[in-house]
T-cell receptor, first 113, second 115 residues
Framework: EAAVTQSPRNKVAVTGGKVTLSCNQT?????MYWYRQDTGHGLRLIHY???????EKGDIPDGYKASRPSQENFSLILELATPSQTSVYFC????????????FGPGTRLTVL | AEKVIQVWSTASRQEGEELTLDCSYE???????LFWYKHLLSGEMVFLIR??????AKERSGRYSVVFQKSLKSISLIISALQPDDSGKYFC????????????FGTGTSLLVDP
C-alpha cells in the first residue's frame, strides 16, 4: 500500500542542537515536500524536491536544509534548532500524473526547548 | 496578501446537520486546482476532494461536495450528515501550474461536531 512515513513522530530538542526529520515514500512519486503547520498560518512550504539529488527552497527555507538522497527518502535538517522552529512538520509526495494531489505523512511534532 | 483565505477559524455543529466551509483564493492562472484536506485529530492529513479550474462538473465524494464559483474565485466544501468523526481541521489549498508543483494552503477551519 502506497504510503508516506515520517520519523520520528515526536521530538524534543535543545536550542542549538541538530535535528534531522526523515521521510520515506513508497508512492514512487518524483516530488516530495516539507511543510510546517502553525496555528494561524496553515501549512507553509519549507523545501521541496523534484527527484533524487534535487532540493528547492520553498516559501520559508531559512534555518532549514533538505536532502534527497533517493527517490524514496527526503530529509529536513535543522543545523541549529531554535524555539521558533517548534511546530508540526509534514512531509508529502506527489506527481503531475496524480493531478497535483499530494499525499501526506502523519506529521512530526517538534519541540525545541 | 494571502492567496488562500478561509475566513472562519472555527465552526461547531450537531450530528446530522450540514456544514458549508468557505474558501476564497487569488490567482491569475488559467489552469489551477483547488483541494480540500482534513487534518485529523490523530495527526494525519487526508485528501478529501479536488476541483479543477477547467471543470464545470459539481465534484462529489461521498458526503463531501463542492460549490465552485470561478468568477468569484470562491470554493465551498459542503459536508452532509455530519458525524462526530468529522471533527478536525479543514484546509483549502491552491495549486497553480505556473508555481511548480507546490500547494498554497489557507489557515484552516477547525470543526467540532457534537453527538
Amino acid at each position: 500500500e502506497a504510503a508516506v512515513t515520517q520519523s520520528p513522530r515526536n521530538k524534543v530538542a535543545v536550542t542549538g542542537g541538530k535535528v534531522t526529520l526523515s521521510c520515506n515514500q513508497t508512492n514512487n512519486h518524483n516530488n516530495m515536500y516539507w511543510y510546517r503547520q502553525d496555528t494561524g498560518h496553515g501549512l507553509r512550504l519549507i523545501h521541496y524536491s523534484y527527484g533524487a539529488g534535487s532540493t528547492e527552497k520553498g516559501d520559508i527555507p531559512d534555518g532549514y536544509k533538505a536532502s534527497r538522497p533517493s527517490q524514496e527518502n527526503f530529509s529536513l535538517i535543522l543545523e541549529l534548532a531554535t524555539p521558533s522552529q517548534t511546530s508540526v512538520y509534514f512531509c508529502a509526495s506527489g506527481d503531475w500524473d496524480s493531478y497535483a494531489e499530494q499525499f501526506f505523512g502523519p506529521g512530526t511534532r517538534l519541540t525545541v526547548l | 496578501a494571502e492567496k488562500v483565505i478561509q475566513v472562519w477559524s472555527t465552526a461547531s455543529r450537531q450530528e446530522g446537520e450540514e456544514l458549508t466551509l468557505d474558501c476564497s483564493y487569488e490567482t491569475s492562472q488559467v489552469l489551477y486546482h483547488l483541494f480540500w484536506y482534513k487534518h485529523l485529530l490523530s495527526g494525519e492529513m487526508v485528501f478529501l476532494i479536488r476541483q479543477t479550474s477547467s471543470s464545470t462538473a459539481k465534484e462529489r465524494s461521498g458526503r463531501y461536495s463542492v460549490v465552485f464559483q470561478k468568477s468569484l474565485k470562491s470554493i465551498s466544501l459542503i459536508i452532509s450528515a455530519l458525524q462526530p468523526d468529522d471533527s478536525g481541521k479543514y484546509f483549502c489549498a491552491l495549486w497553480e501550474l505556473a508555481m511548480g508543483y507546490k500547494l498554497t494552503f489557507g489557515t484552516g477551519t477547525s470543526l467540532l461536531v457534537d453527538p
